[in-house]
Nanobody, 125 residues
Framework: QVQLVESGGGSVQAGGSLRLSCAAS????????MGWFRQNPGKEREGVSS????????YYADSVKGRFTISQDNAKNTLYLQMNSLKPEDTAMYYC??????????????????WGQGTQVTVSS
């Protein structure tokens, strides 16, 4: 069964850090594009970061560039998102995502084949 399970969300003050994890099962993450999206109630789900070409290429939204780092551990089949210098506007439900195939470009919502259940990140000022 193909599944993604996120963990690591929580509540922090502005300037703090969190590390999100996404454990994959039923497939090998090195053969897919992997990414993180986030969403607030009433708003569209937006791409935060993605990793592709076997983990050799990364993409970041401008709003998180320089503060967030995406990585993957192929031996553990797990995706990570290190979030530093968090801001209140980073507050959202964060979702892990995978494409059904390897890709040569950053993934968009339309490319996603499987979503995780989400983990809440709340940043207070």
């Amino acid at each position: 069964q193909v599944q993604l399970v996120e963990s690591g969300g929580g509540s922090v003050q502005a300037g703090g850090s969190l590390r999100l994890s996404c454990a994959a099962s039923g497939f090998t993450i090195s053969s897919r594009c992997m990414g993180w999206f986030r969403q607030n109630p009433g708003k569209e789900r937006e791409g935060v970061s993605s990793i592709y070409l076997g983990g050799t290429r990364t993409y970041y939204a401008d709003s998180v560039k320089g503060r967030f780092t995406i990585s993957q551990d192929n031996a553990k089949n797990t995706l990570y998102l290190q979030m530093n210098s968090l801001k209140p506007e980073d507050t959202a439900m964060y979702y892990c995502a995978a494409t059904p195939w390897e890709c040569i470009y950053p993934m968009g919502r339309a490319d996603v084949g499987v979503w995780g259940q989400g983990t809440q990140v709340t940043v207070s000022s």
